[in-house]
């Protein structure tokens, strides 16, 4: 599966931005989608993930309250939420795909990785 990431850009903080991520192919909804992002100089981090099944969705903690995970499956896109945002969610936002029968949080478990879109967040 292809992903393309779209949706980043500059905002102040407090603001909100929602992330895109659309995939190709029809086998969509048979994936585990993520998304990751990686600060300048930093490791890229997990930041939440939606299960392709019920659907289920997981945080991390540092997004959790602010940040909205949801897909469609009829376009198959993924989406990012994200409200108040602070300076510190400043990076590159990837998305991911995953064939896994449970929901991973680990980047290594994800076999499919889109190119990227950048968020800056303003103080």
């Known amino acids: 599966v292809q992903l393309q990431a779209s949706g980043g850009g500059l905002v102040q903080a407090g603001g909100s931005l929602r992330l895109s991520c659309v995939a190709s192919?029809?086998?969509?909804?048979?994936?585990?989608m993520a998304w990751f992002r990686q600060a300048p100089g930093k490791e890229r981090e997990f930041v939440a993930a939606?299960?392709?099944?019920?659907?289920?969705?997981y945080y991390a903690d540092s997004v959790q309250g602010r940040f909205t995970i949801s897909r469609d499956n009829a376009k198959n896109t993924v989406y990012l939420q994200m409200n108040s945002l602070k300076p510190e969610d400043t990076a590159v936002y990837y998305c991911a795909a995953d064939q896994s029968v449970t929901m991973q949080v680990t980047q290594n478990q994800y076999d499919f990785w889109g190119q990227g879109t950048l968020v800056t967040v303003s103080s």
């Open positions: 192919g029809r086998t969509f909804s048979r994936y585990n």
């Open positions: 939606i299960s392709f099944s019920v659907p289920s969705t």
